[in-house]
């Protein structure tokens, strides 16, 4: 019999945070006998340093809860009867699961409580209220500390992350896997780098606050540092996301020059019109004759009935070639609306990510690392003394980027819902669909920020790439004509995933198409580069 757990609870974690920020609280009031803070300003304070608290042991205790589940129920298995899944990656699953419950936290803390700090700050300075200041550097403190956190787990999970892509790039040298491997591993390489830097610039903030609590000579120093490495990371968050709107103008650019499908296919649409046409004519002529071979008394017996067996096969042949013309010219006109439906679509992908990183990084950060520069030749030049313009900046740049934040929940969300609630409406052809959930379990799913939707709009305009570009022996594109099939490679080109990116000459990119087992890797493929500038 095993032994039982005993589980820490969330309540009593939190309530041993609370408690203990209570007495430090208490007992600073007390060395400084300060009662000059009002109580709105003191409460508003407390509050979000315990409501952090509370917020980032629940997620602990959220995380770690899911961790022995999941072990739980791998033990319960029959020895054998699964593969044993590779330590690193559950490692990786449960700082990802960590880091997804403290976004949350980590958005209301960069989003509200840090300019609300800054601006108490500059408050206290201007009335030179020691008692204000010092709320405003504690609870400042706790939020530096919380972003140090979700930081920190975010940069491991980027890290390991590359680390597994590089080594998927390693195992498929050539084709989608290997591109869509090696994309992951630079982009997250890059986010891991970039997390690095972030979680020692917050590690100077909390620097910075705590010397301002404690009354340190040296506090102008440790906030003219943080000035420096929050403008800083700032920069190169705002450089970096320049980059990607670049990327993504350079790509929508591509699609864009692609044309208008209903314009670049008028003259083959017209030919095959024009084939249909001809092909019922000559159903017509066929029939005609078999009409004159019927009435003519020129034969009779055998012969006749020879000379009408022919005209009968000969109607029936034209016939066929009339159907076949016009269910060829009716799969063209449908395929033309569907690749303008998925250039669309490419396009106001770019369009929204342009938009998303513009405001959200390179005006965003680069407002934000404007503020750490007032910051830091503030403390230089005077002191403590904070400038309204440095926390004014540092709260338009706040501002913006929780704006972006929030309408990437929100989006996100919503794609979720839709997903349980509608799975007819992004369902593969010839698939049935799952059973719809209800309003009450859709919203539920919707609420799982930390859950990616994995049967959505994107996915469902990558399967219809991938049925136009794909080769003959693939079901369900043999019929597609070689003009429509080349037009969909030239947007496989255009969206990065051509045979240069995959390191294969054309000709074994274009066996790559025509191969159903390699399927999932171009779906993938595709629905990464729609979403990637």
């Not at 300060?34 to 980032?56: D, K």
């Not at 338009?396 to 819902?417: D, E, P, S």
Request: hydrophobic share 40%.
């Amino acid at each position: 019999m095993s032994t039982p757990i005993h589980r820490t609870s969330t309540r009593q974690s939190a309530a041993v945070l609370t408690s203990a920020s209570q007495r430090r609280e208490g007992s600073r009031i007390g060395r400084t006998g300060s009662t000059s803070i009002r109580p709105t300003e003191r409460g508003l304070l407390e509050m979000q340093s315990r409501a952090g608290n509370r917020a980032v042991t629940a997620a602990v205790q959220r995380a770690r809860n899911t961790e022995e589940g999941s072990a739980a129920e791998s033990g319960a298995a029959p020895a054998g009867a699964k593969k044993k899944k590779n330590y690193r990656d559950r490692i990786a699953a449960l700082l990802d699961r960590f880091k997804k419950n403290l976004e949350p936290i980590d958005t209301f803390v960069k989003g509200f409580q840090t300019p609300t700090n800054a601006a108490f700050t500059q408050q206290a300075a201007v009335a030179a209220n020691e008692g204000l200041k010092h709320s405003a550097a504690a609870s400042g403190t706790s939020a530096a500390s919380g972003n140090l956190l979700t930081e920190a787990a975010g940069t491991v999970v980027s890290g390991m992350d590359a680390y597994k892509n590089m080594k998927g790039a390693k195992q498929h040298e050539t084709g989608a896997k290997h591109h869509t491997a090696k994309k992951k591993a630079k982009t997250k390489g890059t986010d891991a780098v970039v997390g690095a830097t972030s979680s020692g610039s917050y590690s100077a903030a909390i620097a910075k606050e705590v010397t301002k609590v404690q009354k340190a000579a040296d506090a102008a120093v440790a906030s003219e540092a943080s000035g420096i490495a929050s403008a800083s990371i700032g920069g190169i968050k705002g450089m970096r996301a320049a980059f990607r709107v670049g990327k993504a103008a350079r790509k929508y650019n591509e699609v864009k020059k692609l044309g208008d499908p209903r314009v670049v296919h008028a003259g083959s649409l017209a030919r095959l019109n024009e084939s249909r046409e001809q092909a019922n004519w000559a159903a017509a002529e066929a029939y005609v004759a078999l009409d004159a071979y019927w009435a003519h008394d020129g034969h009779e017996g055998q012969g006749r009935l020879e000379v009408v067996s022919e005209a009968v096969d000969a109607a029936w042949e034209a016939m066929g070639e009339a159907r076949d013309a016009a269910e060829t010219l009716q799969r063209a006109e449908k395929d033309v609306e569907t690749l303008s439906t998925v250039q669309g679509y490419a396009k106001k992908k770019q369009l929204t990510k342009i938009g998303k990183e513009t405001v959200g990084g390179a005006v965003g950060e680069s407002t934000k690392a404007a503020a750490g520069v007032v910051t830091a030749v503030a403390a230089g030049t005077a002191g403590l003394a904070s400038n309204p313009v440095g926390w004014g900046l540092a709260g338009a740049g706040a501002g913006l980027v929780l704006g972006v934040t929030l309408y990437k929940a929100l989006r996100a969300a919503t794609k979720r819902y839709e997903e349980v609630h509608h799975p007819e409406r992004w369902a593969a052809k010839g698939e049935t669909p799952e059973e719809a959930a209800s309003r009450k379990e859709s919203l539920q799913h919707a609420l799982k920020f930390w859950k990616k939707v994995s049967k959505g709009e994107r996915q469902a305009m990558a399967r219809e790439i991938y049925a136009l570009a794909a080769g003959p022996d693939v079901p369900g594109s043999g019929s597609t004509t070689a003009e429509m099939r080349e037009s969909a490679r030239a947007l496989l080109r255009a969206l990065k995933a051509g045979p240069a990116k995959h390191n294969l000459d054309p000709e074994a990119w274009a066996e790559s198409l025509d191969d159903p087992s390699k399927k999932a890797g171009w779906l993938q493929e595709i629905a990464e580069q729609l979403a990637s500038g």
